[in-house]
């Protein structure tokens, strides 16, 4: 059984810019979460994809959008990069479709915008 | 404003005793509480849940208690070892509205085992 597995780990964008972060969900998981982690801060929700729909979001601007593929593997898109995204973005596996019981979490990437 | 606190942001405790760990919540909505730890340059672990039809769930050496009226809950760790040292996180949900709002953390609390 595979884990949930993130890439980039780290990466360094400019202003204006826009970034694409992929992960891998755990086998036999249909429901993957996004999460920022600004440093000192805990987890803040960004959205929820359950069977390929958005089904969940944070208080987050919509140049923050995500994608859910067959295999269950999910993308984060953000557009228009601000130096506030800086900032961990951490991928979580669950299943049950948002019952957000025991989500499983990847080891996150690093996003540096400068 | 923060619906989760953890108001320790650290807590020092002696290999062997216990450690107490404590999160307090605003949202009366939340029904489903979870534990979550981290390591640095790790994504969080989960620990140990407890839904709130409980007051109390075991795991080994992780007990959570939750007190719905004083809409606090806490983790102990009995008895603390030195791999327990990482950055605590308590989150909560909305389970019975289908969870789609995500879960809500808390800051965190950096607890350190000293030998």
């Known amino acids: 059984e595979t884990g949930v597995t993130q890439s980039p780990t780290h990466l360094i964008k400019t202003r204006g810019q826009q970034v694409t972060l992929r992960c891998s969900s755990q086998?036999?998981?249909?429901?993957v979460s996004w999460y920022q982690q600004a440093l000192g801060q805990g987890p803040q929700f960004i959205f929820q994809?359950?069977?390929?729909?958005?089904?969940g979001r944070g208080n987050f601007p919509p140049r923050f959008s995500g994608l859910q593929f067959p295999n269950y593997s999910s993308e984060l898109n953000v557009n228009a990069l601000e130096l506030d995204d800086s900032a961990l973005y951490l991928c979580?596996?669950?299943?049950?479709?948002?019952?957000?019981?025991?989500?499983?979490f990847g080891q996150g990437t690093r996003l540096t915008v400068v | 404003d923060q619906q989760v606190k953890q108001n320790s942001p650290s807590l020092s405790v002696q290999e062997g005793r216990i450690s107490i760990l404590n999160c307090d919540y605003t949202?009366?909505?939340?029904?489903?509480f979870l534990w979550y730890k981290k390591y640095p340059a790790e994504g969080p672990t989960f620990l140990i849940s407890i839904s709130s039809i409980k007051d109390k769930n075991e795991d080994g050496r992780f007990t959570v208690f939750l007190n719905k009226s004083a809409k606090h809950l806490s983790l102990h760790i009995v008895p603390s070892q030195p791999g327990d040292s990482a950055v605590y996180f308590c989150a909560a949900s909305v389970y019975s509205g289908g969870g789609a709002d995500g879960l809500t953390f808390g800051k965190g609390t950096h607890l350190i085992i000293q030998p």
């Open positions: 994809y359950y069977r390929e729909e958005e089904n």
């Open positions: 086998s036999g998981h249909n429901t």
């Open positions: 949202n009366s909505m939340f029904d489903y």
């Open positions: 979580a596996s669950s299943l049950g479709g948002g019952r957000n019981t025991e989500a499983f």
